[in-house]
């Protein structure tokens, strides 16, 4: 009976180190549950911390976001070189960070990076919204979100749900890039950027629709794919528009960089 119990030790022992074959988490084994939660947070939260010498995933997103928004001109390949850093520092100087090329909490948050940031900043509500008790959510105040929420209504209310999350995520795309203002009440005003403010729309009241929209595109939800465009090809005027590359279509709208 004791062979047969030590067998079956063995064997779980065994099984554990196929799926996740690193010396912590095979020691962990022996201790509590809740230990072992926190070593594979921690791991996590140290492997989320990007700098020189990095590789992967999110390494390749953050250089997909820096070479959209102009800042790296190099190879989206997942490989965090000399390139990649300078193009990390260029994009915290403009936006106010650490200029030390490590990207981290601060920087993923203002890449939009809402996941990578909720794994270090531990932020993450029970809902997944990232909103807390004040009404903000994710560093953006209940005012910014309302105007948020004003612009998709005013520009998209006839659209599909997704549609308008993405009317948001272009708004918050041009926050993020080089060419436009840093802040959504400056991207929305900004001189002749969007027709609701032109004509008034921008004043109408958003429905709750809206409201959602707004919140999930801060959130980090982006349907556009990184469009800093959007416009309507049955009513827009300007031939230039027409010549952005396309990224996708989604209801009435074309979405572009």
Not at 131 to 158: H, K, P, Q, W
Not at 195 to 220: C, F, H, Y
Request: contains cysteine; proline residues 3%.
């Amino acid at each position: 009976m004791k062979k047969i119990w030590k067998k079956s030790i063995c064997a779980a022992v065994i099984a554990l180190s196929m799926l996740a074959p690193t010396a912590v988490l095979i020691k962990s084994v022996k201790r509590s549950s809740e230990y072992l939660d926190v070593t594979i947070e921690t791991e996590l939260t140290a492997a989320a911390v990007l700098r020189q010498g990095s590789s992967g995933g999110e390494v390749k997103e953050v250089q997909r976001r820096l070479k959209m928004w102009g800042y790296y001109k190099g190879s989206v390949d997942g490989v965090f070189g000399a390139g990649t850093k300078a193009a990390v520092i260029s994009f915290q100087k403009k936006n106010g960070l650490t200029a030390d090329g490590v990207v981290g909490k601060a920087t993923y948050k203002a890449l939009g990076m809402n996941s990578s940031y909720s794994i270090l900043a531990g932020q993450s509500g029970a809902n997944g919204t990232g909103s807390n008790a004040s009404g903000s959510v994710n560093g953006f105040s209940s005012s910014d979100v309302y105007l948020l929420a004003r612009t998709i209504y005013a520009e998209g209310r006839g659209e599909p749900y997704v549609g308008q999350v993405a009317i948001g995520a272009v708004i918050l795309n041009r926050v993020q890039h080089q060419s436009f203002p840093n802040t959504i009440s400056g991207v929305v005003y900004q001189k002749n950027a969007f027709t609701a403010v032109s004509d008034g729309q921008i004043n109408l009241t958003p429905n709750e629709t809206a409201m959602k929209a707004a919140r999930d595109a801060i959130n980090g939800w982006d349907p556009s794919g990184g469009a800093i465009y959007y416009y309507n090809p049955a009513v827009a005027t300007s031939s230039w528009i027409f010549s952005r590359p396309t990224i996708t279509v989604i209801g009435k709208h074309v979405f572009a960089v």
